[in-house]
């Protein structure tokens, strides 16, 4: 979990500096707006439970979002998970214990009335508040009514609904490795360092969810808790820093929109030696896209106390056994797409008419080639255009068939959801086995013999 | 959602017959408690939040079962999702709008006192109870306290707790899909039969969770919801059929342990007009392993009537529209791993020593090849084997370092955890660059030069 959002999950707030307002003017390229609108329209994201009304704060992917998921969660464990040597991915259930968060004071730093800033959706701590000004805004008397605040999901596990049965949807995944630590350990018998990797749900119920994706109810996580020897953090921390630079750069983030803020002593959470959060210049303003914590021995030694159970890492070499120091690298699938689709977003003029398309790398691209029959009413020209679908299919997998309207109005369907190249099968195809091949991003065409279309399109 | 757990959470076994007992005796080769003691043992699966005395009905994979899970998931979305041309995956929130299930009949299905029988854990509705005698296993007087029980689990979003503010997590994937229908329709004007595909959690707030992961309360779906025109519904159901088999044999799973069970009239949910449930022989016995149902225009014509939008499909001919009929196949993941596990559970014998491993095919198998120094103190040997490790994960991706304890352990670890292939670097080695490749299946053992180790492993 990052710091900013920690802090606010664990009611620590308190002087607001690092709630987040509704929004913040930056150089950004593309409005919230026109994104939301790209991504309904072209079938990346959808509200959740939409054709109910919705549902605050969940969202749905379509087609293209789930693909575009798909790919940045692979890239991540290719990256994080399968490019280490030492990293072991665990899949946790997003059901746990309660004590599990007692344990790691989410379920007690709550007891708190909070209220919430009307003017910048800061939330804030009751007793915290002085002169009854907004710590973040400034704005005066603007709060709303005091409540007990839990920004845990909370349910009952079993068949009896009472006290002892309740339990919370997890509100972050880092909790599941530190609860499976030792399990790891008993069975693989790990060098230091060494991490425990997952990717998967967690749950925040947000006052105000907002600015599209970046803050919802539902989101998922990719986070790694890396265990190392509690003199060699610092060596760890900044291979790490060094490391999400370089998966940021892999996903087509544009860096110079990436920002690192150290974040300072005061408003670290007390147990963390040292924070980065990696902000990003989002339409809706500059923002936390993740953080890279190192959290000392802060949550094995809870577990250790609630537990009774030894979370002690006994060294090969028979020195003193040690409770490893832990940094903490914690991504979120969905800003981590808000950015990489942020940083795609383009508009150019062609012909003097303005064409909106997203540069997206080949491993995020959605589609990769999309394949048109000049016209469909054409039996020879369709049947040619199957043909050329499936050849293409074997080897991108990820090929979409378009035939509805117009080659412009496909061609611009096509660039609105990043697909890199448009291959077209024309009257002339059928007499020379060429096709037309468009790059996206140049808008150029090319006339390719059949034969050699994958290799020109890998090229 | 498979016919009998779909009428099991309906609350709708009033005849018993679906329900399933606690264990039934077959041929089934592994027994509950060695395939649980493996799982634990090896790093495939851990009891939830076991370090804090557990969670009843949750399971955390350790990093081999993480492994296993992603290759089955893979295969399936090679397979059904990739390898289709009309299908579309979508990734919908596990939080809903409550309106979603009182239109499916998910909320309003739970009305009645329920109670379960202490004896073969069949849950029944009170009223359906004749002469105190249980349907299901004929045990008379054994039966727990009526209770009203909706097997969904209950929570509250915003923040406010209130009956407005109530909120399930999904009982099954299958509503993303329906919910997602027309979106996708006016995104991408797909023809008939398209398909809308995902994969994802659901939760069941199962009273008695029992025999291992099979019945979860927490646990990950991998639905289609296919769309067909009314009249041919049985072609494509025949389709589903055939390929159903075909996966199940892509993940090694043993043709000899499944069995199609068509589920009779009187025991099919009322608006399906055919259903199979293809079962498995699992160590616990034959059981559900997952469900092929023709389930009509039932789900999207409750959705047009909550909500009064239009549901048809408006035929691109220009002919009538109408309400799309689905077949519905529907895979659980821990099932299918259960069912891949049992498969490949193998007890030979070595030299008059019994030997227990994993006959996983490559695709499932969570480690590929293991490396081995023969002795993990001599440099000189830890050297050469990191070599030929480094050259293999290039390769191979999930190679595993082993160098605790002498040989015949570290095979036996290997056996267990299914891994094909075993490498050992030994003295000869160092001088002539060969190395022993041991097979997993055969325990056989080649010397192989160095050159031709990747070549080899692969043949």
């Not at 609860?179 to 749950?203: E, H, R, S, W």
């Not at 808008?443 to 059949?450: A, G, K, L």
């Amino acid at each position: 979990v990052s710091s900013g959002d920690e802090k606010q999950l664990m009611g620590q707030e308190a002087d607001g500096s690092q709630a987040e307002p509704a929004s913040r003017s930056v150089g950004a390229d593309v409005s919230l707006e026109d994104l939301v609108s790209l991504c309904k329209r072209r079938g990346f994201i959808y509200q959740g439970s939409e054709i109910y009304g919705g549902l605050a704060g969940t969202w749905d992917y379509g087609p293209l979002g789930s693909q575009l998921k798909r790919n940045i969660i692979n890239e991540w464990l290719k990256f994080f998970v399968d490019g280490w040597d030492d990293m072991y991915q665990i899949d946790a259930a997003i059901l746990m214990n309660k004590k599990v968060w007692e344990a790691s004071g989410h379920a007690s730093g709550f007891n708190d009335p909070m209220v919430e800033c009307n003017n910048c959706h800061a939330r804030l701590r009751q007793d915290h508040i002085e002169n009854n000004k907004c710590p973040v805004c400034g704005k005066e008397n603007e709060f709303s009514e005091p409540r007990q605040f839990n920004m845990m999901f909370k349910t009952n596990v079993g068949p009896v609904e009472d006290e002892n049965s309740v339990s919370y949807l997890r509100p972050e995944t880092a909790q599941g490795m530190f609860t499976n630590y030792k399990n790891v350990i008993d069975n693989f018998y790990p060098d230091l360092p060494f991490g425990l990797a997952q990717v998967g749900k967690a749950f925040r119920n947000e006052i105000s969810p907002r600015d599209f994706v970046f803050r919802a109810r539902e989101f998922e996580q990719m986070e790694v808790e890396y265990f190392v020897e509690p003199n060699k953090w610092e060596d760890s921390f900044e291979h790490w820093r060094k490391d999400v630079h370089a998966f940021l750069e892999k996903l087509g983030i544009d860096k110079e929109k990436v920002h690192e803020l150290e974040v300072p002593d005061e408003d670290r959470a007390h147990y963390s030696k040292r924070t980065i959060d990696f902000e990003f210049d989002f339409p809706h303003g500059k923002a936390e896209l993740l953080g890279l914590a190192y959290r000392t021995n802060f949550d094995l030694t809870n577990i250790q106390n609630a537990t009774g159970k030894s979370m002690e890492y006994r060294p090969k070499d028979g020195s003193t056994p040690f409770v490893p120091h832990v940094i903490e690298p914690s991504f979120g699938v969905e800003r981590l797409l808000m950015a990489v689709l942020t940083s795609a977003y383009s508009v150019d003029e062609q012909n003097g008419e303005q064409r909106t398309y997203l540069k997206l790398p080949l491993n995020m691209a959605p589609v990769k080639v999309a394949v048109f029959p000049l016209l469909k009413n054409k039996p020879e020209l369709t049947e040619k255009a199957k043909e050329v679908y499936k050849m293409l299919k074997e080897e991108f997998n990820f090929v979409m068939w378009d035939d509805n309207g117009n080659i412009g109005k496909r061609y611009r369907r096509q660039d609105e959801i990043g697909t890199p190249y448009t291959v077209t099968i024309d009257f002339q195809s059928l007499e020379d086995n060429t096709v037309t091949v468009r790059s996206r991003d140049t808008t150029e065409q090319q006339r390719v013999e059949v034969q050699n279309l994958s290799g020109s399109i890998r090229s």
